[in-house]
Each structure stands twice: as structure tokens, then as C-alpha cells.
């Protein structure tokens, strides 16, 4: 399994951003499919999750900011982070969790100026 990230880049405080995971199979072979992210010197934590139904949580850090979602035809899900502040720059991680064991995908660095 693949999963291939895209979508960071440097953006100023208060921009957008739209971060974008594809799977190399169906993205319904997944139980949950997430994003984390690391920031330097800090644990990595997650961001926000969505079941194969649908439901979706997200770390309080992010919650009424961001929105997760999947596009199951095009075998891809979205964070799509509005309001970005500083602490948010971090490398950011898609995940996919199949019935047991965790997929990860290489980073994208979201950096967000001041």
C-alpha cells in the first residue's frame, strides 16, 4: 500500500490550505484513514480521522478550522485547513488502518508565517 501526500507549501497566517492523500489501492480496504502531523522538537499527534462511513473527529487544536473528507472514487482523502495559524507548521502524515496495522505516507511540510 501506497499512500502518496500533497497540497503543503508555505502560506501566511490566516490562509488556506488543501492537503490531499491517495491511496495506491481502494480506499474502502481502510477502516479509518487519517492525518497527523509533526511539528520540531514535539510528538507527532493526530489531526483529524474518518471512518469508512464517514464520521470524522479532529484534535481540538483544529476543530471548527478543518475539515476531513474522502472522495472514494478518486481513492483519496482531503484536510482542507482553513484559518492557519503558525503552530500549525508541521510535517504532516496521511494514514490509512486497515484491520490492524497503520499505513503511513512520506510527510508534506506546512509551514505557516506570521
Known amino acids: 500500500v501506497q499512500l502518496q501526500a500533497s497540497g503543503g507549501g508555505l502560506v501566511q497566517a490566516g490562509g488556506s490550505l488543501r492537503l490531499s492523500c491517495a491511496t495506491s489501492g481502494s480506499i474502502f480496504s481502510f477502516n479509518v484513514m487519517g492525518w497527523y502531523r509533526q511539528a520540531p522538537g514535539k510528538q507527532r499527534e493526530l489531526v483529524a480521522r474518518?471512518?469508512?462511513?464517514?464520521?470524522?473527529d479532529y484534535a481540538d487544536s483544529v476543530k471548527g478550522r478543518s475539515t476531513i473528507s474522502r472522495d472514494n472514487a478518486k481513492n483519496t482523502v482531503l484536510l482542507q485547513m482553513n484559518s492557519l495559524k503558525p503552530e500549525d507548521t508541521a510535517v504532516y502524515y496521511c494514514t490509512a488502518d486497515p484491520l490492524t496495522g497503520r499505513y503511513w505516507g512520506q510527510g508534506t511540510q506546512v509551514t505557516v508565517s506570521s
Open positions: 474518518i471512518t469508512r462511513g464517514g464520521a470524522a
